[in-house]
T-cell receptor
Framework: GAGVSQTPSNKVTEKGKYVELRCDPI?????LYWYRQSLGQGPEFLIY????????DSGLPNDRFFAVRPEGSVSTLKIQRTERGDSAVYLC??????????????FGPGTRLTVL | EDQVTQSPEALRLQEGESSSLNCSYT??????LFWYRQDPGKGPEFLFT???AGEEKEKERLKATLTKKESFLHITAPKPEDSATYLC???????????????FGTGTLLAVQP
């Protein structure tokens, strides 16, 4: 079946602009995660949705970052007033069952964000 | 503070030369330890989950093991196509589902030369 998809694959924007990154999880997966990966680093957790609600947003770096999942499927990560330090690969993952031991997270290909 | 450390940072092997990658962790309430493979320009690809000390899992030339403080990814007779970055991650949190976030190490970059 289809895996996690993310659009766009690349996004170049100017400092101060607003961007939206989209994630389509694997069909039937109730849990959705956003991570950010900088060059040479492992992914860093941003936010986790269980259904439509954000169950844990402790990784969002500041109030310029916001994410939604209105219908419990597709999610959008929104970044306001982008800064050069926001440049990174933004990864989305989904898992079948949350709240239990075995919930492997399957990742999408990522969106490479470059802020000039 | 919850922490995951991987070593070495980079490893170069000859084809057929077996070796091991290390992932040590200091966390409260480990729920699971995950290994992922990441190729350049792609998202991490799930390999294994380990849940309790003493557990082992195998897939082709890879074998993952877990103790109370660390995990090893053993690579037997590697081939050039095994070249990638291998990421280790731990999952913490309670079973009530308050969070399922993964905490990743920085990865080991493996290069297997023919």
């Amino acid at each position: 079946g289809a895996g996690v998809s993310q659009t766009p694959s690349n996004k170049v924007t100017e400092k101060g602009k607003y961007v939206e990154l989209r994630c389509d999880p694997i069909s039937g997966h109730t849990a959705l995660y956003w991570y950010r990966q900088s060059l040479g680093q492992g992914p860093e957790f941003l936010i986790y949705f269980q259904g439509t609600g954000a169950a844990d947003d402790s990784g969002l770096p500041n109030d310029r970052f916001f994410a939604v999942r209105p219908e419990g499927s597709v999610s959008t990560l929104k970044i306001q007033r982008t800064e050069r330090g926001d440049s990174a690969v933004y990864l989305c993952a989904s898992s079948l069952v949350a709240g239990r031991s075995y919930n492997e997270q399957f990742f999408g290909p990522g969106t490479r964000l470059t802020v000039l | 503070e919850d922490q995951v450390t991987q070593s070495p940072e980079a490893l170069r092997l000859q084809e057929g030369e077996s070796s091991s990658l290390n992932c040590s962790y200091t966390v409260s309430g480990l729920r699971g330890l995950f290994w992922y493979r990441q190729d350049p320009g792609k998202g991490p690809e799930f390999l294994f989950t380990l849940y309790s000390a003493g557990e082992e899992k195998e897939k082709e030339r890879l074998k993952a093991t877990l103790t109370k403080k660390e995990s090893f990814l053993h690579i037997t007779a590697p081939k050039p196509e095994d070249s990638a970055t291998y990421l280790c991650a731990v999952q913490i949190g309670n079973y009530g589902g308050a969070t399922n976030k993964l905490i990743f190490g920085t990865g080991t970059l493996l290069a297997v030369q023919p």
